[in-house]
């Protein structure tokens, strides 16, 4: 007797199964041909004699691509095949990163040169067909004064008289002539974000010479420069209101607050963006929120008079924020993304624009957003009951109490103009977009300049490594977070046209006309709320 091996005779049962269903096939295709044959022979007409020919031939084709499928299925199950072409796998090319060159020991820190001078594009087709955002827009406005004159150096040499530095680029190289010492690290910041932008898009900003002041309020009045040859200085800082000509431009923050622990924008916003998550709008705290330093402006002094009291409830919850005492226990308290837990967020200015706007505007709360002065780049591209609510500067505690009942009675609508802002921060004002901002505004200036720019003798070439080699701490930390480690795959957005004076008058007026009917519903409010029977 033979002995099987385990398995073995499981086997022998499948072969036989397999044998036994081969010879039906085969006996099928025989009986079933001798039977088409008879058919073909019987005394039939001819078009039935091919129709049955045809269908014949079909039924045998169908049952063979079935008896091929079975045999490959049958004989090769579990075989690999040798024959077997391999996939062609698609490898993305690695971009090539360029980190800090930061020399070591007591050596003097210089520029590398191993950066490329040009933005090659990696892809032929990678020219920008995306529309920069509607804010964009109001780089032709702020330019306006210029735009029949052109840029002398005369004017630019009458805004040295506040800036703190200026700023040269010649062939896709960055020069300062520094002229006094700005807060804090305003002018680092703003000089290290200049740099990025040329790692981003290298080679593509034109020679261009310009004035910086990064004090907050604006100091071009423009009703000492009317006239077609009146001149104004051409003056770059972070705010600007509708009585001054000053240039605005992103403020130092977007590559972090090093004073306050405030990250770069880029981390900031996925911070926020998280903190969104924790708490649904519907079971977040049904009260206006603010905290910030309200001693440095009388406007902020006046919005603590509408804080909860044993007297009245504004619906309001504000606090204080003292920087000393928390940089002693590590800003712990103050992490932006834990204070998305309200329904409605108040903006107010300070002693001037705030850079707590952004971060504000980002929190998914309806922001309930103090009648400003002052205005930065990107505000004129959102609108009164799209992105916030608009609070009377004059009444804050009696708006802001109406601000939030209506909330409370909408929360529909209300959710929907907290989520506008927040997705108009998240998308329009990603990082991208600010250097896309600043790269149209540096072009447009430098094609109004009537003089060719040189590189003042006291002024010193910056580069990433110069900047940020010799420091340390929590301001080299920042840098390196916010560093551009290779030149952009894309070309910049596309450069919105100016407004038409009609399109430009019919906006503002829509913007005031949703202004007024806010201060409608209140008065309304308040009116019936308090009229006697």
């Known amino acids: 007797m033979i002995k099987t091996r385990p398995g073995m005779k499981l ?34 007409n001819k078009r ?7 269908s014949f031939l079909l039924f045998a084709f169908l049952g063979a691509v079935v008896f091929v499928g079975w045999f490959d299925t049958a004989v090769f199950r579990g075989v690999k095949k040798q024959n077997s072409v391999p996939r062609m796998s698609i490898e993305v090319p690695k971009r090539e990163e ?13 520029c590398p040169t191993n950066y490329p001078r040009r933005h090659n594009l990696q892809k032929p087709d990678s020219i920008s067909n995306v529309t920069c955002p509607s804010y964009f827009r109001w780089i032709h406005e702020d330019l306006r004064p210029w735009k029949e004159t052109g840029i002398t150096r005369d004017m630019v040499e009458k805004a040295r008289r506040t800036a703190h530095f200026r700023l040269v680029i010649v062939d896709g190289k960055v020069y300062m002539e520094k002229y006094r010492q700005s807060i804090q690290t305003r002018d680092v910041f703003s000089l290290w974000g200049i740099l990025q932008l040329l790692r981003l898009y290298p080679g593509r900003l034109p020679d261009l010479e310009l004035m910086f002041d990064c004090n907050d309020r604006p100091v071009v009045p423009s009703k000492n420069f009317r006239g077609p040859n009146a001149g104004p200085p051409p003056l770059f800082r972070y ?7 000053d240039i605005v431009f992103p403020d130092w923050s977007f590559w972090g607050w090093a004073e306050i622990n405030i990250k770069p ?40 008079k509408c804080n909860i009291s ?65 205005y ?27 601000a939030v009942e209506w909330g409370n009675n909408h929360t529909k609508e209300a959710q929907a103009i907290g989520e506008a802002a927040s997705n108009f921060i998240q998308e329009d004002m990603k990082m991208e977009y600010i250097y896309d901002y600043m790269f149209h505004l540096l072009n447009e200036y430098a094609k109004l300049l009537k003089f060719k720019p040189t590189i003042p003798p006291g002024a010193v070439e910056l580069c990433s490594e110069t900047m940020a080699c010799p420091r340390d701490g929590i301001h080299k930390k920042f840098m390196v977070e916010s560093l551009v480690m290779s030149p952009g795959d894309t070309a910049p957005c596309i450069l919105p046209p100016p407004y038409d004076p009609t399109s430009l008058r019919d906006l503002l007026d829509k913007r005031s006309k949703s202004t007024r009917q806010v201060e409608m519903w209140e008065d309304e409010y308040w009116n019936t709320k308090y009229k006697k029977p």
């Open 98 to 110: 360029f980190p800090l060159q930061c020399f070591t020991g007591n050596v003097t820190q210089t």
């Open 376 to 402: 930065d780049f990107y505000i004129r591209g959102m609108a009164p009951l799209q992105h916030y609510w608009p609070i009377r500067d004059n009444s804050k505690c009696t708006s802001l109490q109406f």
């Open 265 to 304: 924008w880029k981390d900031v916003l996925n911070d926020i963006k998280e903190g969104n998550k924790r708490t649904k709008w519907k079971d977040r705290v049904p009260y206006a929120y603010w905290k910030g330093n309200p001693h440095v402006a009388p406007t902020r002094k006046d919005l603590l």
């Open 239 to 245: 705010c600007s209101d509708h009585w001054s000509l």
């Open 48 to 54: 039935q004699a091919t129709t049955l020919l045809v």
């Open 11 to 44: 086997a022998c049962l499948e072969a036989m199964k397999r044998n036994n269903q081969q010879r039906s096939v085969l006996g099928f295709w025989r009986s079933s041909a001798g039977h088409y044959r008879n058919l073909l022979r019987s005394p039939v």
């Open 310 to 374: 044993e007297k009245h409830d504004w619906n309001t919850r504000l606090y204080i924020q003292d920087w000393e005492e928390e940089s002693k226990k590590g800003y712990k308290q103050s992490n932006l993304e834990d204070q998305c837990t309200h329904r409605y967020k108040i903006y107010i200015e300070g002693w001037a624009w705030s850079v707590s706007e952004k971060y504000i505007l980002a929190c998914d709360a309806m922001t309930l957003y103090v009648s400003p002065r002052y």
